[in-house]
């Protein structure tokens, strides 16, 4: 009996919380967790589906080419998810050199993409200069190129060596040439979480001050999240709830985050798979419903990008009726999380037609979800 009273208050609770996510209001985060561990997922991909029609109305669903060069794979962070960085000294440590780059954007630019995406490892080496010189040297060899440049935790980085507040960091990199600044790092946006995966890297709050600061100087950001690793559920929501926030906080009319996109860990032979037998939880079912409750929690961003590269085709397939709008890059050459395991690698023609057999019309667009 006490069975059937709690699963009737779950049904009207749930019925509830739809209605006040379709009216576009903020859910808080016990509303988020109750809807995520509760609600039957059949339920949850037709809100998250009725809220993307909201934000993006019709069918179209975008897709894009950029291409991924790592400046470099030194880095002092070491997180415990990550294959991709080196210490100093190894043998197999690198910078790009200009050359390289050259040759990469030179192919880019042969299969038609614009836009050229610079992650890498936080190398004590190289300081502001190395950076600001770095992008006004590609701006000039390149000045169609939109460059999507490092990330939150490099700026806390940089602005620690230099002394210099974050403003100011940002500023000389949007004058060489930054013309967005993508999410990364961000995985759980919560301490207790981040002291175990990447403790020498930027905190929570140093993240979102970055983000805010970017959101004043109107360079366009983006969100991420890169769940199943030690994170509750109750963490992955306050992780959504807090960028919510932050962009509640953006100066009317400023491009703050345009979009919102979660992966699952890739543990393939990481340090925390490895040494303290923390495997991915991902299942497809869970991203999906990932997928759907993020649409539902962030009623302020308006682009939901699943993860072709890491859920491959068929998640993310279901993704774009789940409140997804986007596959994002078909991203030639990506090294960070395929070195740990995501090996799902799709060209232009097949991006187009997974979005076209999801039933959606596939829609080239930049960085900023402009159609090109
Ligand atoms: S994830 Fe990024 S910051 Fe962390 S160790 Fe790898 S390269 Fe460094």
Redesign the pocket.
Known sequence: MIYFVIKIFYVINCKNLYKKALDLIPLSSDEGTVLYKRAPLEELIFIGDQLRQIHIPGNNAGWMIDRNVNIT?I?????T??N??RKKGSSDAYITSISDYIKKIDELIALGGDQLLL????NPDLGLEFYTSLLRNLKELYPQIKLHALGP?EIVYLSKKEKLPYSEVLKKLIDAGLDSLPG??AEILADRVRKIV?P??ATSEEWLDVMREAHRLNLPTSATMMYGHIETVPERIEHLVRIRELQNEKPEGHYGFIAFIPWPFQDEGTVLSEKFGIKSSYNGPDYVRLIAISRIMLNNIKNLQASLLTVGREVAMLSLHAGANDLGSIMIEEN?VSAAGANNRFNASEIQDIIREAGFNPVRRNQKFEPV
Do not use: E
């Open positions: 794979n880095c002092f962070s070491q997180c998810f990550c991709f960085c992650q890498g490892g936080m935790p990364a790092g990447s020498a890297k960070v």
